[in-house]
Nanobody, 125 residues
């Protein structure tokens, strides 16, 4: 079992920055990979970023590449999403998720076994 709790969301103007955190508990943190997803009103949940167990491999959605950075601190059981140059279209609820089993593409939400409750990010123009 893995419990995930996101924090750090809020309201920000376009061009601003936010840093999301996701604190994990339960299963040994360094044994699973993690992802960030987001869901805007009326839209499907979409992949944002992925990081492997060691933190040495990351992937990003094209829409956030160069602006967002995913990282993890295995000593603190926490994964982060640094978001810079925010745009109004980044407005969504952001979720972190833990991927225990492999077999489904990391870009698919169905690849993840545990989810946090989400944190709202609102970017105004």
């Amino acid at each position: 079992q893995v419990q995930l709790v996101e924090s750090g969301g809020g309201n920000v103007q376009a061009g601003g920055s936010l840093r999301l955190s996701c604190a994990a508990s339960g299963r040994t943190f360094s044994t699973y990979s993690l992802g960030w997803f987001r869901q805007a009103p009326g839209k499907e949940r979409e992949f944002v970023a992925y990081i492997n167990t060691s933190g040495m491999s990351t992937n990003y959605a094209d829409s956030v590449k160069g602006r967002f950075t995913i990282s993890r601190d295995n000593a603190k059981n926490t994964v982060y999403l640094e978001m810079n140059s925010l745009k109004p279209e980044d407005t969504a609820v952001y979720y972190c998720a833990a991927r225990i089993l492999f077999g489904i593409s990391r870009y698919q939400s169905t690849a993840y076994d545990y989810w946090g409750q989400g944190t709202q990010v609102t970017v105004s123009s």
